[in-house]
């Protein structure tokens, strides 16, 4: 006889997830509770007894639901953004901005519920006519990273139930307080709650059996390429995938370049959000003859850069958002010195920080050998590697030679070197005198190689094509 499961049984006590400060590790910040494996299946079952009626629903309901969603978060936006910063690290400006593109997703998810449109195809036969429907899954599993709690969770929900689709929402563990008020103001908006569904939680046997589960269409994720593979071992036979993982990007800087603002905008992408984005720039390649000037240029910016409390008026940057991202930088960083490299410029401590937070300072850094991590990987981090390179050939070399291609970018005054490279670089994403940060609410957004799996990408109108199925329909008439 197999004894009771005590996560399953209704007088088991629930196991409580806690969210702390990054800048103040003492200090929690929410407490949720934790789904465990049976619960989280029972979510999957509840959207799935839900997707006949939300699918069959007007596009005009489901587009007022959404409205009524960016709506909640608009009035919301204040606490919202303050919660941002408490549980993830950043800066309270770049919560807020986040925010408000959140709001933007849900606004635009709006208009694509009655933008699910077919075609029709001229006859081939006598008295028939043909078309084609595009159709919603059913149960879409959406997982979330930590980084942009809000704005990539709505990235993934709102197209999804804009085409007739239920929701599993799967926020992080760390920012578990944000992805129930973001789920809170989808429901307060007319998001019907077992139509947008929230399993919180760490447990991978919970994550499996909601990633599993044999009601699931499609699971949706963006974070690291570790996570990623252990949940792609999770997911059914009969559900598609769309994974956004990890990116190793560089910027090129040409000789000709505006050098200031090269430099602007390479810190920009390097240090911006503490650098854990996954289209932060890791590596800058320079041109040689510009190279000992441009990093001068860099460190000068590195070095006016203070990392402090979101909160602070006086912070540049946050902490990193765990203890993990901050031991794995630094050891990074101190692996990387020892190695042989140069720290040219390098920020500062916030005065009166808590010196328990999780601070990783900017870092601008030189001389890094070649084959040493901090060249040959992701860093998710605020510390930024210079490179000398010859030219933008054996630059666009390297570029795509990695395995992860999200994101390039080119600095450069001359058009015809731009437009070279941009139809070269082998990367879902190209920038032209830009930071590598920063994307829009209605381009596709997806990387090339490592960085993406699935064929999928996200964003704006193509949001729909991962969302939905096509039905060919023949009709004699």
Known sequence: MTAPDPAASPTATPAVLRSTDPASPGETVTEVAAASPAQAAESVRTAHRAFEGWAAAPAG??????????????????????????????????????????????????????????????????????????????????????????????????????????????????????????????????????????????????????????????????????????????????????????????????????????????AAGAFGLTGQVCTATDRVLVERPVAAEFTALLAERAAKLTAGRGDDPGADIGPAATAGQRTRLTGLLDSAVAAGAVVAGRGSLAPGADPAGHWVLPAVLTGVPADHPVNTGELFGPLLSVVPVEGPEEALAAINADPHRLVTAIHTRDLGTAHRFLRAARCGVVKVNERTTGNGVAPPFGGWGASSSGAFPEGGRTALEFVTDTKTVYCAY
């Open 61 to 266: 309901r489901r587009a007022e639901a959404l409205h009524g969603a960016a709506a909640e978060l608009a009035a919301d936006a204040a606490g919202l953004a303050l919660l941002i910063c408490r549980e993830e690290g950043k800066t309270l400006g770049s919560a807020r901005g986040e925010v408000a593109k959140t709001v933007e997703q849900f606004r635009l998810a709006a208009q694509l519920a009655y933008l699910v449109e077919g075609a029709t195809y001229p006859g081939e036969s006598p008295g028939v006519a043909a078309w084609t429907l595009r159709v919603p899954l059913g149960v879409v599993v959406a997982v979330t990273p930590w980084n942009f709690p809000v704005s990539l969770a709505a990235r993934k929900i709102a197209p999804a139930l804009a085409a007739g689709n239920t929701v599993v929402f799967k926020p992080s563990p760390v920012t578990p307080g944000v992805g129930a008020r973001l789920a809170a103001a989808c429901h307060r908006g007319g998001v019907p709650e077992e139509v947008l569904r929230v399993v919180q939680g760490e447990d991978p046997a919970a994550m499996a059996a909601l990633a599993g589960a044999p009601e699931v269409r499609a699971v949706t994720f963006t974070g690291s390429d570790r996570v990623g593979a252990a949940l792609r071992s999770t997911v059914g036979p009969s559900a598609r995938v769309q994974f956004e993982l990890g990116g190793h990007n560089a910027a090129l800087v040409c000789a000709d370049a505006d050098l200031p603002r090269a430099a602007a905008e390479v």
